[in-house]
C-alpha cells in the first residue's frame, strides 16, 4: 500500500516537472515580450508606457488639469 502511494507521488512529480519545463519556455517568451525595451524606439516597457498612457486619459476624463498630480499617480506606481 506504502509503495502505490509512493509510485503515484513520483509519477505526479515527474508529470508536473514536465509540465513546468513544457510551459516555462512561454513563459519566459511572453514575459519578455511584454516587458522589454529591445527593437523599440521607446525606452519605457509597452506595458508601463500603456499604464502612463492610461493614467494620462484618467486625468483628462476627470478634468484634473494640475500636472503634479499626474506626476504623483506615476511616481506611486
Known amino acids: 500500500m506504502f ?12 508529470m508536473m516537472f514536465l509540465t513546468q519545463v513544457t510551459v516555462q519556455q512561454f513563459v519566459d517568451d511572453l514575459l519578455e515580450t511584454i516587458f522589454s525595451t529591445t527593437n523599440r524606439e521607446s525606452a519605457l516597457p509597452l506595458a508601463v508606457k500603456y499604464m502612463f498612457d492610461f493614467l494620462d486619459d484618467q486625468a483628462i476624463l476627470h478634468q484634473i488639469s494640475d500636472p503634479e498630480v499626474v506626476h504623483t499617480w506615476k511616481s506611486n506606481m
Open 3 to 14: 509503495m502505490k502511494g509512493m509510485m503515484m507521488m513520483m509519477t505526479m512529480m515527474m
